[in-house]
Each structure stands twice: as C-alpha cells, then as structure tokens.
C-alpha cells in the first residue's frame, strides 16, 4: 500500500488480516492534552528508548495511510518528533476536550475512516486495530467495550471517558476507536450544545461495539488501553517495555 506519510520501522507483532482493510484510513493522534498530572509533555516521555508519541505513530503507520496529529496550539507540535509527511492540525474547539479533538482531526483527514487514539497509548496493537478495521462495513464508528474497565490495565484517568459508570457497568473506549466521517455533523451538534461526553452521539450513529472476549483474543492483557497520566504510569510503562524486548510477541 502506498503511504502519503512516511512510516517507522516496527518490529513488533503483526496482524494476519489482509492489508486491503487498511485502505481508506487516517490515523489521527491527539497530542493537546496538557500532562498536568505528570508535570512534563508525555509525547516527549522515553519509553522503551524511543518518545511516547513515536511509539504511537509507527504503529500507526502499519495501519493508515496519512496521519494528524491534533494539538491545542501549533508552538506546541514543534518539539514533537514527528514524521515526515504528518500533518498537524491545531484544535477547533479549544477548551471542549477530547471531542473537539476528534472533531478536529476527523474533519482534517482526507480518507473516509479515521483510526483515532491519544498520544499516551505505548502498547497499542497493529494487530486488534487491523481486526477492527475489518469490522467497519455497515457502521460509522467501531469502539471496543472493557467488561469491567477496572480489570483493564490501568484505567483511563484525566479525560472523562472509559471508565465505568454507576455500578460499574461496562464503558465504551472513545480514545481507541474507529470513526467514519459521516460522525462529524453529529460530532459538531454535540460541540455546540457543549454536550461534550463522546459516547452521547453514538446514538445517532451506527456503531459496532467490540467486547472485550473479542479484544483479548488479540491483545491478551488489553495493553493497548494502557495510558501515562503519572510518574507511576511510566514506570511501569518502562517495565512493560523492557519485557516486550525480551518477549516481542507479548
């Protein structure tokens, strides 16, 4: 497949499925978020000896032809190590959270199916992306469920999204999914009634929900949901990796 960025070497697992259910997409990254929690921009964290956000794109790559990269203010994809031909695209709703972003990079991508995740994902897995890419006919978003989002590796903290309601009931994950750009009418509805949870347009779209039995038969200890918010987060995202070194099919 010929690619209008320029992809990373990635030497980890690969998926089995045909590489035709990767055409037609854009890989889109928020890299906005302002890593208060951390204290210091995690798209610059070492992990694994290589930047956080450069984990993320060159496995991107394996699955999108084009990638954007969404961030609050254009000084700040300056000190981002990104790829040549990555394009850069700074936030139409600042202060509106994750669903400004994905508004933002959905409208800016130029293929009709956007792979959308965020800049703190390490361990995601070219494998369970393909697999859900295989699953777009007949829908405008493909989400994966968490059972129980506690069990997850490490809940999602700081965004609003994927972590369990009342009664822990189970959440869908909006920062690793898949969205086609018919979502964006409904996306902006949302954004201008400042109604802002990403979850509340899927009603108004057709959505496949992928369990979470269907995601562990790809990605065993759900790790592409693990994300850095702490210096905890890193730690373990360095032992993590180290591991993944030693074990490259973990």
């Known amino acids: 497949m010929t690619r209008t960025w320029a992809a990373r070497a990635y030497n980890g697992p690969m998926s089995t499925v045909a590489n035709s259910n990767t055409s037609g997409?854009?890989?889109v990254v928020l890299a906005g978020g302002m890593s208060r929690r951390l204290g210091r921009n995690k798209a610059l964290e070492p992990i694994g000896g290589q930047p956080l956000i450069c984990r993320v794109t060159e496995r991107l790559a394996q699955v999108a032809e084009e990638l954007v990269v969404v961030v609050n203010e254009a000084e700040r994809a300056t000190v981002l190590p990104l790829p040549p031909g990555a394009k850069v695209t700074v936030d139409k709703?600042?202060?509106k959270g994750s669903l400004g972003g994905l508004f933002t990079g959905l409208s800016a991508a130029t293929q009709p199916w956007a792979v959308m995740v965020a800049c703190d994902m390490p361990f995601l897995s070219v494998a369970l992306l393909e697999h859900m890419l295989s699953l777009r006919e007949g829908h405008d978003v493909v989400v994966p469920v968490l059972a129980d989002p506690s069990t997850s590796p490490k809940?999602?903290?700081g965004r609003g999204e994927g972590?369990?309601?009342p009664g822990g009931e189970a959440r869908p994950e909006p920062?690793?999914?898949?969205?086609s750009t018919r979502c964006l009418p409904f996306m902006e509805r949302r954004l201008q009634?400042?109604?802002?949870?990403i979850a509340r347009f899927f009603d108004e779209v057709r959505v496949r929900y992928v369990p979470e039995a269907e995601l562990r038969r790809l990605d065993p200890e759900l790790l592409s949901f693990f994300n850095i918010n702490t210096q905890e987060d890193v730690d373990r995202a360095?032992?993590?990796a180290v591991r993944e070194c030693a074990t490259p099919s973990f």
């Open 25 to 27: 997409v854009t890989a």
């Open 93 to 95: 709703y600042p202060g």
């Open 155 to 157: 809940r999602r903290g």
């Open 163 to 165: 972590s369990r309601g």
């Open 175 to 179: 920062l690793h999914a898949l969205y």
């Open 193 to 197: 009634a400042d109604d802002l949870k």
């Open 238 to 240: 360095q032992a993590l």
